[in-house]
């Protein structure tokens, strides 16, 4: 029996869609490399090293780590159980964690207690390689819809087990990745186990060429995150202490538009309940900015949390320019918006969250990316879909002027989440299946 904690290289057969991948993937980086110094001034530069291949630690540990990828925050918190579980069932293991964006990297630091933390590489394929044989993984694990060619070929190469992890394939990703069909089913056949969502998931990543042998459904991660692994209570802060002795109504993971839509269906709200309190939170760092920028447009009464002080009488929006307090201000929530379900090419963002907190959970049209979640608050009666800030805030109005059915929806959400709670028990299950099985093969 052969002991792959180390694994060498293996010849991979490559098709001419993979060749030609790498060839583009190099020729990119080769013109971009000129620029990285200066684009290691910015906000998106930070770590630049690591996007190379290069700094952040190297493996942790004598033993090979487990390494989780992870494309951004959402993804991250969502691996938070699927990482205690994962600790649970193997005392020791090593986790490592690499994410695609600089937030991401930030909230995995702050969240998973993983041995290492870093941006993963271009994907490259040099850089993949070098990182591969530097990290020395027992197992690569993919949070969603994390399917990198040359990492996930790299990985094969030098005889790494690859676990997709929660698949999702939205209708226009599926589209999408039809375009390149020989590469998708070069890259889908180095994949050992493709964990999918939904039953809808699992055939679209079959059509895509995956092998239905190693397709399995086994639910959404995000449903086993247990808010009380991310809840700090109203009174650690000053802030959420005020806003908890009022309606509070949350915009989560908003885009450009959606905080205006949020702002004019309060607008409808205030004239009947002046005390009534909004905390908008878009979803990029960068565009706090713009948000403070188009609320002082507005001419409302509002404060950042960064520069919060004490409460005023008029104050009426809060704008969450911080990273990792959501969970703190959702706890004490009336309502919670969820963002980029205005925006087809966003198609939503995490509907559940809200849910796990027991809150009534409103979303627009569009939530492609979260299909599944959406589908199963709205048939718990849990969620409310919302087609403009008219919608919004007549489901907001029912909240304040019935509070039982605010209760009720929220606890029809816990449900829904509760039902699925044992998720990442059986992912974890089936990463550590694949790493004995790894580890013991001739």
Same mark, same amino acid.
């Given at each position: 029996?052969?002991?792959?904690?180390?694994?060498?290289?293996?010849?991979?057969?490559?098709?001419?869609?993979?060749?030609?991948?790498? *060839?583009?993937?190099? =020729?990119?980086? *080769?013109? $971009?490399?000129?620029?990285?110094?200066?684009? $290691?001034?910015?906000? &998106?530069?930070?770590?630049?090293?690591?996007?190379?291949?290069?700094?952040?630690?190297?493996?942790?540990?004598?033993?090979?780590?487990?390494?989780?990828?992870?494309?951004?925050?959402?993804?991250?918190?969502?691996?938070?159980?699927?990482?205690?579980?994962?600790?649970?069932? #193997?005392?020791?293991?090593?986790?490592?964690?690499?994410?695609?964006?600089?937030?991401?990297?930030? =909230?995995?630091?702050?969240?998973?207690?993983?041995?290492?933390?870093?941006?993963?590489?271009?994907?490259?394929?040099?850089?993949?390689?070098?990182?591969? #044989?530097?990290?020395? @993984?027992?197992?690569?694990?993919?949070?969603?819809?994390?399917?990198?060619?040359?990492?996930? #070929?790299?990985?094969?190469? $030098?005889?790494?087990?690859?676990?997709? +992890?929660?698949?999702?394939?939205?209708?226009?990703? !599926?589209?999408?990745?039809?375009?390149?069909?020989?590469?998708?089913?070069?890259?889908?056949?180095?994949?050992?186990?493709?964990?999918?969502?939904?039953?809808?998931?699992?055939?679209?990543?079959?059509?895509?060429?995956?092998?239905?042998?190693?397709?399995?459904?086994?639910?959404?991660?995000?449903?086993?995150?247990? *808010?009380?692994?991310?809840?700090?209570? @109203?009174?650690?802060?000053?802030? *959420? #202490? &005020?806003?908890?002795?009022?309606?509070?109504?949350?915009?989560?993971?908003?885009?450009?538009?959606?905080?205006?839509?949020?702002?004019?269906?309060?607008?409808?709200?205030?004239?009947?309940? @002046?005390?009534? /309190?909004?905390?908008?939170?878009?979803?990029?760092?960068?565009?706090?900015?713009?948000?403070?920028?188009?609320?002082?447009? &507005?001419?409302?009464?509002?404060?950042?949390?960064?520069?919060?002080?004490?409460?005023?009488?008029?104050?009426?929006?809060?704008?969450?320019?911080?990273?990792?307090?959501?969970?703190?201000?959702?706890?004490?929530?009336?309502? +919670?918006?969820?963002?980029?379900?205005?925006?087809? /090419?966003?198609?939503?963002?995490?509907?559940?969250?809200?849910?796990?907190?027991?809150?009534?959970? !409103?979303?627009?049209?569009?939530?492609?990316?979260?299909?599944?979640?959406?589908?199963?608050?709205? !048939?718990?009666?849990?969620?409310?879909?919302?087609?403009?800030? %008219?919608?919004?805030?007549?489901? &907001?109005? /029912?909240?304040?002027?019935?509070?039982?059915? !605010?209760?009720?929806?929220?606890?029809?959400?816990? %449900?829904?989440?509760?039902?699925?709670?044992?998720?990442?028990?059986?992912?974890?299950?089936?990463?550590?299946?694949?790493?004995?099985?790894?580890?013991?093969?001739?």
């Amino acid at each position: 029996m052969r002991d792959k904690s180390s694994p060498a290289p293996s010849p991979v057969s490559l098709p001419l869609s993979y060749t030609l991948y790498d *060839a583009l993937g190099l =020729a990119v980086w *080769a013109l $971009a490399f000129p620029a990285w110094p200066v684009f $290691a001034f910015t906000r &998106w530069g930070r770590y630049w090293l690591e996007r190379l291949g290069q700094g952040g630690q190297s493996n942790p540990a004598t033993e090979s780590p487990v390494w989780i990828h992870a494309a951004s925050v959402g993804e991250v918190l969502a691996a938070e159980p699927l990482v205690r579980e994962l600790r649970e069932r #193997r005392p020791g293991l090593p986790i490592f964690v690499s994410t695609t964006s600089v937030p991401g990297r930030e =909230a995995a630091s702050h969240h998973l207690g993983a041995d290492s933390v870093r941006l993963a590489p271009l994907d490259v394929a040099r850089l993949t390689d070098a990182t591969i #044989r530097k990290i020395r @993984p027992r197992a690569l694990v993919l949070i969603e819809t994390e399917l990198w060619p040359a990492l996930i #070929r790299s990985a094969k190469r $030098a005889g790494v087990p690859v676990v997709l +992890v929660s698949g999702r394939i939205s209708e226009r990703a !599926a589209a999408r990745y039809a375009r390149i069909p020989k590469l998708m089913r070069a890259m889908l056949g180095f994949v050992d186990l493709c964990l999918m969502q939904s039953a809808v998931d699992a055939e679209r990543i079959c059509a895509l060429g995956a092998d239905p042998r190693k397709v399995r459904v086994l639910g959404n991660l995000k449903f086993a995150r247990q *808010a009380s692994t991310v809840v700090a209570q @109203p009174g650690e802060n000053a802030l *959420a #202490r &005020w806003l908890a002795q009022q309606p509070l109504f949350v915009a989560a993971s908003t885009h450009p538009g959606e905080e205006e839509l949020v702002l004019q269906a309060m607008a409808r709200i205030w004239p009947t309940y @002046p005390r009534a /309190r909004l905390l908008l939170a878009p979803r990029r760092p960068e565009r706090f900015k713009a948000v403070a920028g188009l609320l002082q447009h &507005w001419g409302m009464a509002a404060v950042r949390r960064s520069e919060f002080c004490e409460p005023t009488e008029d104050l009426r929006v809060v704008l969450l320019d911080t990273l990792g307090e959501l969970p703190n201000y959702l706890s004490c929530a009336t309502g +919670v918006f969820v963002g980029g379900t205005f925006d087809p /090419r966003v198609g939503g963002h995490n509907v559940l969250e809200p849910a796990l907190f027991g809150k009534p959970v !409103a979303f627009g049209p569009h939530t492609e990316h979260v299909a599944e979640a959406a589908k199963q608050l709205l !048939a718990a009666r849990a969620g409310e879909r919302v087609h403009g800030e %008219e919608d919004l805030a007549a489901h &907001w109005m /029912r909240l304040l002027r019935q509070p039982e059915v !605010a209760k009720e929806m929220g606890l029809r959400g816990r %449900e829904v989440v509760a039902e699925q709670r044992d998720v990442a028990v059986r992912y974890a299950a089936e990463i550590c299946r694949c790493i004995e099985h790894n580890r013991t093969s001739p």
